[in-house]
């Protein structure tokens, strides 16, 4: 499964990239494949592990933020390995005319 969720600290001011810094890093530490963007962090794994490492990810902005937002979006494949690069490979692909 891959899911492309973004955290987002609310009564912090403007500036959140501290906050999302400690989202991202949970993600990045869960040894998950992932990719960050401007807008989403995208994690791939079985669904109870990539579902424990967003929790986390939200368990850390929360410990400096008095609220959260969570946006989630998830693409659930069961058995599929991989996604995470074969999805952009197949739009690079279409766009070089292949």
Known sequence: MIVAFSVT????GEDVGEH?????????????PNRTDAMFTSI?????EVMEVVKRAVAA?????PRVS????ADVRP?????LDAKVATVERHLAGG
């Open 9 to 12: 600290p609310l009564g912090v």
């Open 20 to 32: 999302v810094a400690d989202a991202v890093r949970v993600v990045r530490e869960s040894g998950l």
């Open 44 to 48: 791939e794994g079985e669904w109870d």
């Open 61 to 65: 902005v929360e410990a400096r933020a």
């Open 70 to 73: 969570l946006v989630l979006k």
């Open 79 to 83: 058995g599929v390995t991989g996604g």
